[in-house]
T-cell receptor, first 114, second 110 residues
Framework: GAGVSQTPSNKVTEKGKYVELRCDPI?????LYWYRQSLGQGPEFLIY????????DSGLPNDRFFAVRPEGSVSTLKIQRTERGDSAVYLC????????????FGPGTRLTVL | SQKIEQNSEALNIQEGKTATLTCNYT??????LQWYRQDPGRGPVFLLL?????KEKRKERLKVTFDTTLKQSLFHITASQPADSATYLC?????????FGQGTELSVKP
């Protein structure tokens, strides 16, 4: 079946602009995660959803970052007033549940803030 | 604070040799550790999970060990092939979210 998909694959924006990154999880997966990965580093947790609600948003760096999952499927990560330091690959993952369940990652969205 | 660390230096080995990658953790005792493979431009792919009460786990040419005394997990690829070239990440699951090491890039030369 289809894996986790993310759009766009690349996004270039100017400092101060607003961006939205979309994640389409594997059908039937109730848990959805967002991570951010900088060059040469491992993925860094941002937020995860169990169903429609954010179960843990402790990784969001500041209030410019926000994510939603209104129907418990597709999720959107929203970044306001982008800064150059936001440039990274944003990865989405999904799993059947949480805890020990294997997380399946999408290919990521590469965000570049000029 | 809890830390999980991998050797950030790239590992270069000859085809057919065994590659050994290291993951160390400090200030906590994970119930299990996971290993992922990541290719350029792709997301991580799950490989193996090892629990604290398992000393060793194998899957085809892959072997993972977990030493709770040394606070270390070793990841081995035997009879390595150029197709094994990738970045390998270790991670632990903290309440649902994965905490990753920085990854080790492996390059297998023919």
């Amino acid at each position: 079946g289809a894996g986790v998909s993310q759009t766009p694959s690349n996004k270039v924006t100017e400092k101060g602009k607003y961006v939205e990154l979309r994640c389409d999880p594997i059908s039937g997966h109730t848990a959805l995660y967002w991570y951010r990965q900088s060059l040469g580093q491992g993925p860094e947790f941002l937020i995860y959803f169990q169903g429609t609600g954010a179960a843990d948003d402790s990784g969001l760096p500041n209030d410019r970052f926000f994510a939603v999952r209104p129907e418990g499927s597709v999720s959107t990560l929203k970044i306001q007033r982008t800064e150059r330091g936001d440039s990274a690959v944003y990865l989405c993952a999904s799993s059947f549940g949480t805890s020990a369940d294997t997380q399946y990652f999408g290919p990521g969205t590469r965000l570049t803030v000029l | 604070s809890q830390k999980i660390e991998q050797n950030s230096e790239a590992l270069n080995i000859q085809e057919g040799k065994t590659a050994t990658l290291t993951c160390n953790y400090t200030n906590y005792s994970p119930a299990y550790l996971q290993w992922y493979r990541q290719d350029p431009g792709r997301g991580p792919v799950f490989l193996l999970l090892i629990r604290e009460n398992e000393k060793e786990k194998r899957k085809e040419r892959l072997k993972v060990t977990f030493d709770t005394t040394l606070k270390q997990s070793l990841f081995h690829i035997t009879a390595s092939q150029p197709a094994d070239s990738a970045t390998y990440l270790c991670a632990h699951n903290q309440g649902g979210k994965l905490i990753f090491g920085q990854g080790t890039e492996l390059s297998v030369k023919p």
